[in-house]
C-alpha cells in the first residue's frame, strides 16, 4: 500500500477532488484496473493508487462497492466518517456494454454534503475475429455522432477518426499468431459540429483464432488533453484519386485484416465499408497464400483474384485486387487496389438504407 494511505491528507476537512476514475472490467474475470484518474489517462493502474483514495478506510471500500455496482448493475453508494470528523461519500456509477454487461465503472470519494462531479463521458465498444463492431449507446455517441447503428465493421469505425495513434499495436490484438493481450491509445475526431475531440482508448482481448474477442473503453478527455493535429498520411490516402469502381483498401498481414477501406464517396463499392462480405471458399485458399508469401518476405506484389457476396442468395461478385506490401517490420501492411469485375450483380446491401443513400446521391 502506498504510503499516502496511512492517514488522512486533508486535515481541513475537504475532501471532493472535482475527478472521477474510471476503472475497466474488460476481461472474463473480475479484475478491475485505472484506465483514467482524473485529467490523466493511465495504463491498466493499480486500484490503490488513484488520486480519491485519501486514506486506508476508503480504499477498503472500493472493492466490494464495485462488485455491488457490477451485481445490480446501478449507480451504488457507501458512506464513512474519517478520523479527522468528515463525512464521506463513495460513488460507483456502472459503464454498460452493447449487451448489458458492466464493462466499466466510474468512481468518485468526496465530502458526503458536496455535489457530484459531471461524469465522464465514456463508451464501450467490442468486436470480434471477423472485426464486427458493437457499440455501447454512449460509444455511438463518441464515435459515431450518435447514428444508430448496432453493428459495424472495423474500418467503418477507424475512418470516422482523424488520427488514431499507435494503430500497429492495435492490429496486434487480432494478429494470428503471438497477440498482445492489452493494448492503450488516443483517437482524435471532429464531430458534427465541428468540434474536435480526443478520445482515450483501452483495450483487452481474450481467446484463440474465431473465438477471440476484443473489449475496449473509450473515453473522451478533450477537457485535459488537447486534440493533437490529423494524421497527414490518413488524409492523404483518404484523398487520393480512386478510378470509379474501385476501392483501396490496407490489409495487415499478421491477422489478414482490412482495417481502411477507401472509395468513391458515391460509389456503389464505398458502402461495403460497413457490411461483411463472404468469400467464396474456392478463393480463400489464394488468398491466405498470397498473404503468406507477403508476411514472410518472399514477394512485395501480387494479383489476386476473388469473389464476394454479401447474403447466400446473391450472385457473386468479381473482384480482381493488386496487393503492394508497404510496411515491413513487426506488423507488415499491404495495400490492395480492389476493382469489380464485370457485368456487378444486383446485391442484398441495396435494401440498407445507408447504401441506398450512396445511390441517391450518386444519380
Not at 449487451?99 to 458536496?114: K, N, P, Q, S
Request: one cysteine or more; a negative charge.
Amino acid at each position: 500500500m502506498p504510503p499516502h494511505l496511512a492517514g488522512c491528507s486533508h486535515p481541513n476537512g475537504t475532501h471532493s477532488p472535482k475527478r472521477w476514475v474510471v476503472v475497466e472490467r474488460l476481461g472474463d474475470t473480475n479484475d478491475v484496473t485505472v484506465v483514467v484518474d482524473g485529467p490523466h489517462p493511465r495504463r491498466f493502474a493499480n486500484l490503490n493508487r488513484v488520486t480519491i483514495v485519501a486514506n486506508l478506510a476508503i480504499a477498503r471500500r472500493l472493492p466490494p462497492l464495485i462488485e455491488q455496482c457490477v451485481a445490480s448493475r446501478r449507480v451504488t453508494g457507501d458512506q464513512l466518517k474519517l478520523a479527522c470528523g468528515a463525512s464521506i461519500s463513495i460513488v460507483a456509477s456502472p459503464v454498460l456494454g452493447p449487451y448489458g454487461h458492466v464493462r466499466a465503472i466510474a468512481l468518485w470519494a468526496g465530502d458526503a454534503d458536496e455535489g457530484l462531479p459531471p461524469l465522464p463521458n465514456i463508451g464501450i465498444v467490442e468486436w470480434d475475429a471477423t472485426v464486427v463492431v458493437s457499440a455501447s449507446a454512449s460509444a455511438r455517441s463518441l464515435l459515431l455522432d450518435d447514428q444508430q447503428v448496432e453493428r459495424l465493421m472495423l474500418p467503418e469505425m477507424l475512418s470516422y477518426f482523424d488520427r488514431f495513434d499507435d494503430r500497429s499495436d492495435f492490429l496486434a490484438l487480432l494478429s494470428v499468431d503471438n497477440p498482445i493481450d492489452e493494448w492503450v491509445g488516443c483517437a482524435t475526431r471532429t464531430f458534427d459540429d465541428g468540434t474536435v475531440h480526443k478520445l482515450h482508448l483501452a483495450a483487452r482481448a481474450s481467446g484463440i483464432g474465431i473465438g477471440r474477442k476484443v473489449r475496449a473503453v473509450v473515453c473522451d478527455i478533450t477537457d485535459v488533453e488537447p486534440p493533437v493535429a490529423p494524421d497527414m498520411y490518413s488524409s492523404a490516402l483518404r484523398h487520393v484519386p480512386i478510378p470509379p469502381g474501385h476501392a483501396l483498401a490496407l490489409i495487415d498481414l499478421n491477422g489478414l485484416i482490412i482495417h481502411d477501406w477507401v472509395a468513391n464517396d458515391h460509389d456503389r463499392i464505398a458502402g461495403w465499408v460497413h457490411h461483411r462480405p463472404l468469400l467464396h471458399p474456392e478463393d480463400q485458399a489464394c488468398i491466405v497464400a498470397a498473404g503468406l508469401e507477403m508476411l514472410a518476405g518472399t514477394s512485395t506484389t501480387a494479383r489476386v483474384r476473388a469473389r464476394i457476396r454479401f447474403d447466400q442468395a446473391d450472385d457473386w461478385i468479381h473482384l480482381d485486387s493488386r496487393w503492394t506490401r508497404i510496411v515491413t517490420g513487426d506488423q507488415p501492411q499491404v495495400i490492395a487496389d480492389i476493382a469489380i469485375v464485370p457485368p456487378m450483380p444486383a446485391s442484398v446491401i441495396d435494401e440498407c438504407a445507408r447504401c441506398q443513400g450512396i445511390s441517391d446521391e450518386a444519380a
